[in-house]
């Protein structure tokens, strides 16, 4: 799976936008855009994940280039409850109910602030 | 549903000690992963099984085993613990079919070992 490069850390006001750039240069045609988020001592929750059209869900939106080099995650109107550590994570294939390995870098972690 | 549960939440023990983590899931799924992660890491996964009667080795399985009892129930064993191995400990599962198909996480095990 292709290395991922984010920031180590990130501040937000509540209220706006936070925008979480991954770099991923080594990306293959085949390999997705993955976004975790772990929330202080819990497990890590699934936000969202893309190949090369940006996507949108309730959480979240994400921007990929077109050379898809780098991407970036959205949170359109950030709430005290978004303060985690952010996880980038490149993969291959994601449909199938298969079984893959994660690999976690150390993340980005944003501290939205009042 | 409960999703993703790990037994016990804490634990301690001291070198040389035995212990078994449980971990069960009640979505259905096929795959089941043991996780672990290091004070500021990210999380490196130990063991993983893509189905009932199946494991395979993940990035860092010396001095742990796996046994998956059931489609719902996958645990890990340290049958010599060390010092090197406190560290939290996450389970987690997948299945959903279609493009999602994101891996669900437990709570956590936080061990110490002395």
């Known amino acids: 799976d292709a290395k991922t490069t984010q920031p180590p850390s990130m501040d937000c006001a509540e209220g706006r936008a936070a925008n979480l750039p991954c770099n991923h240069s080594t990306i293959s045609g085949n390999e997705y855009v993955y976004w975790y988020r772990q929330i202080h001592s819990q497990g890590p929750q699934y936000i969202i994940h893309g190949l090369k059209n940006n996507e949108t869900n309730e959480m979240a939106s994400l921007i990929i280039t077109e050379d898809r080099k780098s991407s970036t995650l959205i949170l359109p109107h950030a709430t005290l409850r978004d303060t985690a550590v952010y996880y980038c994570?490149?993969?291959?294939?994601?449909?199938?109910?298969?079984?893959?390995?994660?690999?976690f870098g150390k993340g980005t972690k944003l501290s939205v602030i009042p | 549903n409960a999703g993703v549960t790990q037994t016990p939440k804490f634990q301690v023990l001291k070198t040389g000690q035995s212990m078994t983590l449980q971990c069960a899931q009640d979505m259905n799924h096929n795959s089941m992963y043991w996780y672990r992660q290091d004070p500021g890491m990210g999380l490196r996964l130990i063991y993983y099984s893509a189905s009932e009667g199946t494991t395979d080795k993940g990035e860092v399985p010396n001095g742990y085993n796996v046994s998956r009892l059931n489609k719902r129930e996958f645990s890990l064993r340290l049958e010599s613990a060390a010092p090197s191995q406190t560290s939290v400990y996450f389970c987690?599962?997948?299945?959903?079919?279609?493009?999602?198909?994101?891996?669900?996480f437990g709570p956590g095990t936080r061990l110490t070992v002395l």
């Open positions: 987690a599962s997948s299945g959903r079919g279609g493009l999602r198909n994101e891996q669900f």
């Open positions: 994570i490149v993969r291959v294939g994601a449909s199938g109910a298969g079984s893959y390995q994660l690999t």
